[in-house]
């Protein structure tokens, strides 16, 4: 009698759990954007601005009379930055929301995750993490806004070619970010003509690089070091650069570009170079670059509605949505295989992160030159050129 | 917890069996099989784990190491080595009880809190492994895994299939072979449970010294149940990587281990049944706190709270003495 007793409570607290869970309502006459983001846990720092934004930007929209003559709802879950999370979510997205598009995704491991249920359903995706292989090979379903480690590596040896640095030091993390940069690095380094003479790694948790770095100075030929990593790594490679008091050119990736790393890495950081989105020199671009606008509209509303900095991965948000409110206008309807079309038409949209320029085999349209390469001086960002 | 009881199997399994059966017709759509099958997936793990912790009492705190041990195992060699889900998946089982031998082998032939310490260090250098090795492991963005396939058979989620005449989507069939897996693993634990390895296991938890004297050799027992879970583990590990066809390091993370425990004690340790409504509420309570974004984890934490100080031998347990009671 005992396991019967116990069965009819389990199961009388699962049917009730499940009941719970009916479907809510669907309002007909909204347009649905669906979005799942690392808000809070270890990846924060990415979907706690990629939410702010798309929050800021609906509320704008609905206040000018919405879309196509409706209201936009956004129906937003937290993944807390765990992939397996992240695809439930996704899932519930598509299956019980039934939203009409996705801008999400804060992690490449959280965008993967759910990208093989949403090319099953057929629903446009916009990502809004970095990795090259959210969108090679293309997708039919999936685009993104943030340019690839490849994009970045590719400026910084643009910009050292033209100074004339041929031979390099690189020294990176062993985290995804780090390791990925290593990698594309490495393998674009030789068609640009750079020889890459020292290749050391670092621990994430590492607190001092200074033998890694006493090696690349000590390796014959070397004429500049890069940097690639994310996170506190950078910051103490800044500071042991220059505890070791080593002239060559030192440059970073596009992973540290935030003022935080500036706070982190102090003075150490000043005659640095690194590829940037030009978000961070908004105020000192310019009046002239097509840029200039749309980086001054953003960074006023969102530093004037939250009271707080703007961040460059507020930025991919940014630019998902109106990527998305695009292409649901040019469709005309939230017709899923149309707004998918329109996406890949769009050619030329100018953007806080870049110029998108989508095609049928360009998920992400973004080149090499939407960073621009940026230098320190006295503890701010300055433009080079 | 002195009186060794007796099970009558049947009655438990013939509603567990109910259950199952009946859970489809609450679902109204693919996102409510998905989570039933994530909830029959881990609830083969806590009904494992559940016989470490709630029989043997010896708290395992790196089991989502040998969860990820199954699903990065039948991952890479179905990818690489050419091999098929099903054999894959008991090499990679066969190879996490291994493992799980090795380092329990010396660790239990200790009292006391030892094999914690060791699970626990296991699982952080599972993890550290699984997101460094990104040559093998992908790294912390992840590794696609293929479709299980049964004799040349695919079972893809996204599939839809005829059976006898009626059409069934590849996830409806993927809870049928979900729910299938929990209850032989249900069966299998009960099983256990009812044998001179179980009667052991409940005798040491109880008092390892007296069980010594009684002539339980309580280090082979103890190590017998701890690959016996971490198998557990490893299956529904491999199980889960075919289904969600990719996987990322967070899986070995120790939050998830807590998870599992915390799967354990909610429920109810030493009920089967209990770990079982354990798995589901922790995987459901998410998605009704969905509202709450910023109070999740302050939520979450006060249930766990209200649980342990109101019911301390956890849901089912104590509901069912309750109802004991008033029967009595």
């Given at each position: 009698?005992?396991?019967?007793?116990?069965?009819?409570?389990?199961?009388?607290?699962?049917?009730?759990?499940?009941?719970?869970?009916?479907?809510?309502?669907?309002?007909?006459?909204?347009?649905?954007?669906?979005?799942?983001?690392?808000?809070?846990?270890?990846?924060?720092?990415?979907?706690?601005?990629?939410?702010?934004?798309?929050?800021?930007?609906?509320?704008?929209?609905?206040?000018?009379?919405?879309?196509?003559?409706?209201?936009?709802?956004?129906?937003?879950?937290?993944?807390?930055?765990?992939?397996?999370?992240?695809?439930?979510?996704?899932?519930?997205?598509?299956?019980?929301?039934?939203?009409?598009?996705?801008?999400?995704?804060?992690?490449?491991?959280?965008?993967?995750?759910?990208?093989?249920?949403?090319?099953?359903?057929?629903?446009?995706?916009?990502?809004?993490?970095?990795?090259?292989?959210?969108?090679?090979?293309?997708?039919?379903?999936?685009?993104?806004?943030?340019?690839?480690?490849?994009?970045?590596?590719?400026?910084?040896?643009?910009?050292?070619k033209e100074r004339g640095i041929t031979k390099i030091g690189l020294i990176s993390g062993t985290g995804g970010f780090g390791a990925s940069g290593r990698n594309v690095t490495k393998e674009i380094a030789g068609d640009m003509g750079v020889e890459i003479v020292a290749d050391e790694t670092y621990n994430p948790k590492d607190t001092d690089v200074?033998?890694?770095?006493?090696?690349?100075?000590?390796?014959?030929?070397v004429q500049a070091i890069l940097n690639f990593d994310f996170g506190q790594g950078p910051a103490i490679v800044t500071r042991n650069y220059d505890q070791l008091g080593i002239d060559l050119p030192f440059y970073q990736s596009h992973g540290v570009a935030s003022d935080s790393f500036l706070e982190l890495a102090g003075d150490a950081a000043n005659g640095l170079r690194l590829p940037a989105s030009a978000?961070?020199?908004?105020?000192?671009?310019?009046?002239?670059?097509?840029?200039?606008?749309?980086?001054?509209?953003?960074?006023?509303?969102?530093?004037?509605?939250?009271?707080?900095?703007?961040?460059?991965?507020?930025?991919?948000?940014?630019?998902?949505?109106?990527?998305?409110?695009?292409?649901?206008k040019q469709a005309g309807s939230t017709d899923k295989a149309k707004v998918r079309d329109a996406l890949e038409s769009i050619d030329g949209y100018v953007g806080v992160t870049g110029t998108y320029r989508l095609s049928a085999d360009d998920h992400m349209g973004l080149d090499a030159e939407s960073f621009r390469i940026l230098e320190v001086k006295d503890g701010d960002w300055a433009l080079t050129q | 917890m002195a009186t060794v009881k007796t099970h009558r199997k049947a009655p438990g399994l013939i509603a567990l069996f109910v259950i199952l059966a009946v859970a489809p017709l609450l679902a109204a759509n693919a996102f409510h099989y998905d989570l039933m099958i994530k909830i029959c997936l881990t609830a083969i793990v806590a009904v494992g784990l559940n016989l470490l912790v709630g029989y043997a009492g010896q708290v395992s705190l790196g089991h989502a190491a040998f969860y990820a041990g199954g699903a990065y195992a039948s991952a890479l060699l179905t990818q690489n080595y050419e091999f098929a889900p099903l054999p894959a998946m008991l090499t990679a089982a066969v190879a996490v009880g291994s493992l799980a031998w090795l380092v329990g082998r010396p660790i239990l032939h200790l009292k006391g809190h030892y094999l914690s310490m060791a699970t626990l260090g296991l699982g952080v250098i599972a993890a550290i492994v699984i997101n460094n090795e990104d040559q093998i492991t992908g790294g912390p963005d992840g590794l696609p895994v293929a479709p299980l396939s049964l004799f040349g058979h695919e079972l893809s989620v996204f599939g839809s299939y005829e059976w006898f005449g009626m059409t069934i989507t590849g996830t409806q069939l993927w809870y049928l072979l979900a729910a299938g897996a929990l209850f032989l693993a249900v069966w299998l634990a009960l099983n256990l449970i009812d044998s001179p390895l179980g009667r052991a296991l409940r005798a040491l938890h109880g008092s390892e010294i007296a069980a010594q004297v009684a002539g339980v050799d309580t280090a082979k027992y103890k190590l017998r149940v701890f690959v016996i879970s971490a198998v557990y583990a490893s299956v529904a590990g491999s199980l889960y990587a075919h289904y969600s066809g990719f996987i990322t390091p967070d899986i070995a993370s120790f939050g998830h281990s807590i998870e599992l425990i915390t799967i354990v004690v909610l429920g109810g340790m030493a009920s089967t049944y209990g770990v079982i409504l354990g798995a589901a509420i922790l995987l459901l309570i998410?998605?009704?706190?969905?509202?709450?974004?910023?109070?999740?984890?302050?939520?979450?934490?006060?249930?766990?709270?209200?649980?342990?100080?109101?019911?301390?031998?956890?849901?089912?347990?104590?509901?069912?003495?309750?109802?004991?009671?008033?029967?009595?």
């Open positions: 009698m005992k396991t019967t007793l116990k069965q009819l409570a389990a199961g009388a607290v699962a049917a009730l759990s499940l009941g719970l869970m009916a479907a809510p309502a669907l309002a007909a006459d909204t347009i649905r954007i669906g979005s799942f983001l690392s808000v809070t846990g270890p990846a924060s720092f990415l979907g706690d601005p990629e939410l702010k934004t798309l929050e800021l930007y609906i509320d704008k929209l609905n206040e000018d009379g919405g879309l196509l003559g409706k209201q936009v709802e956004l129906v937003h879950y937290d993944d807390v930055g765990d992939a397996a999370k992240a695809r439930t979510f996704a899932n519930r997205l598509l299956r019980q929301d039934r939203v009409d598009i996705i801008v999400g995704g804060s992690t490449t491991g959280a965008t993967m995750a759910a990208v093989p249920l949403i090319e099953q359903a057929g629903v446009p995706f916009i990502s809004l993490a970095g990795a090259e292989t959210i969108t090679t090979p293309v997708k039919k379903w999936v685009f993104k806004t943030p340019q690839s480690d490849r994009q970045a590596a590719r400026r910084v040896l643009i910009d050292m200074t033998s890694q770095l006493t090696r690349i100075r000590g390796t014959e030929g978000l961070l020199v908004a105020d000192k671009l310019p009046k002239s670059d097509p840029q200039y606008q749309v980086l001054n509209r953003y960074k006023n509303d969102y530093e004037g509605h939250y009271n707080e900095s703007v961040s460059t991965f507020g930025a991919y948000a940014y630019d998902g949505l109106q990527l998305a409110i695009r292409a649901i | 998410p998605q009704f706190l969905t509202g709450f974004q910023e109070l999740e984890m302050v939520l979450f934490g006060a249930i766990l709270m209200a649980v342990m100080i109101f019911m301390p031998r956890g849901l089912v347990p104590t509901i069912a003495r309750r109802f004991q009671k008033e029967a009595a």
